[in-house]
T-cell receptor
Framework: QQQVKQSPQSLIVQKGGISIINCAYE??????FPWYQQFPGKGPALLIA?????SEKKEGRFTISFNKSAKQFSLHIMDSQPGDSATYFC??????????????FGEGTQLTVNP | DGGITQSPKYLFRKEGQNVTLSCEQN?????MYWYRQDPGQGLRLIYY???????QKGDIAEGYSVSREKKESFPLTVTSAQKNPTAFYLC?????????????FGPGTRLTVL
């Protein structure tokens, strides 16, 4: 049962363009929404994260937009560069009373930025 | 140099054999996690541990076992009961499982069953 749906599965963008990746969730108990970046053969690394009390968070060229009512959030990469070519995962976290916090990941988006 | 190490990077196993994947962290994190990554399916949680000598099943624990005898170590055993073990396995850690903190990932182990 996939609780976090991510799209598109793959994305090709020209250098300097804007990359947009979308995620939707169902569980209203989620209260933490991170994005991870993964290069081939490596483990994912945290890129940026947001809590549901804000609608947008920006760090450099990376912005998360969050729509609580629609249960959707997205990653925008401005001025995309070839070095941004990687797989991006959205995730959602919830704190369970007895077992603690855990993340549910989306299926991933393979981004290719052409020079 | 702090971080998470996983070994080996590549592992080959014959059907019917158990195999243990190593995960060590020197970040002094309480929580540790094991994920399985398959193409097009994202990361799926196998097991996680809040503290030494305690661990919880994740979404796909069947055919796997773990131990947490030391804070810095969280080995994963893939048993012969796991029907489709070929995958990329990722270990992660975070400061605490009681708040949504950043999870730091190791470089992964690619397991192939021959």
């Amino acid at each position: 049962q996939q609780q976090v749906k991510q799209s598109p599965q793959s994305l090709i963008v020209q250098k300097g363009g804007i990359s947009i990746i979308n995620c939707a969730y169902e569980n209203t108990a989620f209260d933490y929404f991170p994005w991870y970046q993964q290069f081939p053969g490596k483990g994912p690394a945290l890129l940026i994260a947001i809590r549901p009390d804000v609608s947008e968070k920006k760090e450099g060229r990376f912005t998360i937009s969050f729509n609580k009512s629609a249960k959707q959030f997205s990653l925008h990469i401005m001025d995309s560069q070839p070095g941004d070519s990687a797989t991006y995962f959205c995730a959602a976290g919830e704190l369970e009373e007895t077992s603690g916090s855990r993340l549910t990941f989306g299926e991933g988006t393979q981004l290719t930025v052409n020079p | 140099d702090g971080g998470i190490t996983q070994s080996p990077k590549y592992l080959f196993r014959k059907e019917g054999q158990n195999v243990t994947l190593s995960c060590e962290q020197n970040l002094n994190h309480d929580a540790m996690y094991w994920y399985r990554q398959d193409p097009g399916q994202g990361l799926r949680l196998i097991y996680y541990s809040q503290i030494v000598n305690d661990f919880q099943k994740g979404d796909i624990a069947e055919g796997y076992s773990v131990s947490r005898e030391k804070k810095e170590s969280f080995p994963l055993t893939v048993t012969s009961a796991q029907k489709n073990p070929t995958a990329f396995y990722l270990c992660a850690s975070s400061k605490s499982v009681w708040s949504p903190n950043e999870q730091f990932f190791g470089p992964g182990t690619r397991l192939t069953v021959l």
